[in-house]
Structure formats: structure tokens, C-alpha cells
């Protein structure tokens, strides 16, 4: 499928795919959002891809915020809808994706764009990036899960911070808070995600969306993280992927998980 707000490239099993609205800072419109959701869905699907890196087009931005000009002058239902529908589309969706995403920051995150960060699996910056949740500053309060993941990610009181203060962050604090697990220069940034990458390849794919299922349940209230991880530990020795992770090792040699 080709896209007008993204560039979609698949290089050895990992899918890069990147916002590609430069001259808006890659704001998130509503065609990005439906495309990041069809873009993303479909490497999902593909069993090729082992990982996806979520990053922004130039040097400025990953995602300067959702698009502003698109909701100024809407109301209160409006309002409902587009938070909950990205929420579902996007935000939710790759939070409970089962192929790993990591999100290459590389300059702004703000307000939906650090939202879009905060969903991914987990975040790498480059040393020019710089982090916030600037809404207030609008009269308005994160709609895309940033109230909820920022407090997961770095604490309330820390959260409650930025939040209020409307006040970026630098990449140095932020990985110091534990925002990203790791900062890089600009030129390095995708080369370091993909080596992750590399490395979560060799790895049980079926087991790494184990593990995305169970850690994931400690942060929903409505279920029992340790009895998903119960259910979803047995799960993995029904697979081919245990027979063959566990076969390799006793004979010696790497092991070749083909997601089964
Ligand atoms: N929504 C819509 N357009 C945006 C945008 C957003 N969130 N962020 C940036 N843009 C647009 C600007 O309007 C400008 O467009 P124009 O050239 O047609 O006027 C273009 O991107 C470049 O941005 P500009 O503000 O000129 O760049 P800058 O270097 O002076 O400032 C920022 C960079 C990130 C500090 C500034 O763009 C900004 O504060 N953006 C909004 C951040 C925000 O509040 N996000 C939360 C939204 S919920």
C-alpha cells in the first residue's frame, strides 16, 4: 500500500516506518493517524517483519503534536471522538501489538507525537530531541494516553510536572527519568534502533508477544497481570518456537524461530 503521510521500508525483516510531514513538523493529522494505523497493522500482519521502528521525516521533528489547525473549533462531542478513536486506532493498538515497536525520536515529541513515543514498546532519542506535553499551554489535556502512559513511564509527580508546567524536557532528562532507554547523536539514531532490532530477532517471536501480553497486563486494572503471565508462559511450550529454542540450546547451535 503506498501512503501520502509516510515512507514504509522493510530492510531485513524490520519495518521503518516514518512520518513524512516535515514542513508541519510531522503533525499528526487525521490521514496520518488512519495511515500510521494501516501502515503498522500491515507489517503486523507480515510474518517477515521481526520489528518495527516508528520514527520522523528530517532532522527537526518525530512529531511536533497532533495537527492543532485540525480540532481548534471543535466541540465537546468532537472532541470525545477524536481522542477516543485515536486512542483506539493508534495509541491502544500499538501499545497491544504483538511485533515490537521502538520509536526513534529524533527531535520534538510533543503533546500527541510524545503520546505516539510513549505508546511504542519502548524509546530511543537522538541528542537533539526534546520531550513535552505542552497542552495545557492549548487549554486542553493530552487525549491520546499521555496522562496515563507519562505517569507509568516516569512517575505522577514527575508527570504532574510536565504536564503542568507545559515545559519540554531534553533528551538527558529524559532518559535520566526514564522516558527513553537511551540517547544517540542524530546520525546514529535508526542504526542503533535497527541493531535492538537485530537483536530482539534472534529471539521467539511468539514469546516476545508473550512477553509484550504480559508485561502490558500489570498497567490494566481489570486483570491480573501474574495469571496472564501464568496463561501465557504455558502458552509458549505449546509452540515450535519452545521445541526449537529449547532443542538448539541442548544441541548446541542457534536456534531458528519461525513464529509458530
Ligand atoms: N499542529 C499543526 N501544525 C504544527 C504543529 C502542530 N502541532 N507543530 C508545528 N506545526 C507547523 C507550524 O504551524 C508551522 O507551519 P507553517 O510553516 O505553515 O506556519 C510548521 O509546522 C513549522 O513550525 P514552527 O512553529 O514554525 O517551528 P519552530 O521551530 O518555530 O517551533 C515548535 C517548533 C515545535 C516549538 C512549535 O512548532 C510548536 O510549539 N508546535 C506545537 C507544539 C504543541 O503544542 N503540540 C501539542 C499539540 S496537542
Redesign the pocket.
Known amino acids: 500500500m503506498r501512503f501520502k503521510t509516510l515512507l514504509v521500508h522493510l530492510e531485513n525483516d524490520i519495518s521503518i516506518i516514518t512520518i513524512d510531514r516535515p ?3 510531522n ?1 499528526l493529522n487525521k490521514e496520518t493517524i488512519s495511515e500510521l494505523h494501516h501502515a503498522i497493522k500491515e507489517s503486523d500482519a507480515n510474518k517477515n517483519v521481526r520489528a518495527i521502528i516508528l520514527t520522523g521525516n528530517g532532522e ?2 518525530f512529531v ?6 485540525e480540532f481548534s473549533d471543535f466541540d465537546v462531542q468532537q472532541a470525545a471522538q477524536l481522542s477516543r478513536e485515536g486512542q483506539m486506532l493508534l495509541f491502544d493498538f500499538i501499545e497491544n501489538l504483538s511485533t515490537p515497536v521502538i520509536a526513534a525520536v529524533n527531535g ?1 515529541a ?3 507525537g510524545l503520546e505516539l513515543a510513549m505508546a511504542a514498546h519502548f524509546r530511543v532519542a537522538s541528542d537533539n530531541a526534546r520531550m513535552g506535553l ?2 495545557v ?2 487549554g486542553v489535556i493530552p487525549g491520546y494516553g499521555g496522562t496515563q502512559r507519562l505517569a507509568q513511564l516516569i512517575g505522577k509527580g514527575r508527570a504532574l510536572e510536565m504536564i503542568m508546567t507545559a515545559q519540554m524536557i531534553d533528551a538527558s532528562k529524559a532518559e535520566q527519568w526514564g522516558l527513553v532507554n537511551a540517547i544517540t547523536p542524530q546520525e546514529e539514531l535508526l542504526a542503533y534502533c535497527i541493531s535492538l532490532a537485530e537483536k530482539m530477532k534472534r529471539n521467539g517471536p511468539l514469546a516476545i508477544s508473550a512477553a509484550i501480553k504480559s508485561v502490558n497486563a500489570n498497567f490494566d486494572k481489570s486483570i491480573n497481570g501474574y495469571d496472564i503471565e501464568i496463561s501465557e508462559f504455558a502458552k509458549c511450550f505449546g509452540s515450535k518456537d519452545f521445541k526449537e529454542g529449547t532443542t538448539a540450546f541442548l544441541e548446541k547451535r542457534k536456534a531458528n524461530f519461525l513464529g509458530e
Open positions: 514542513k508541519k513538523l503533525a527537526k521533528a511536533a503534536g497532533a495537527d492543532i489547525s520534538f510533543l503533546g500527541g505542552p497542552e499551554s492549548l
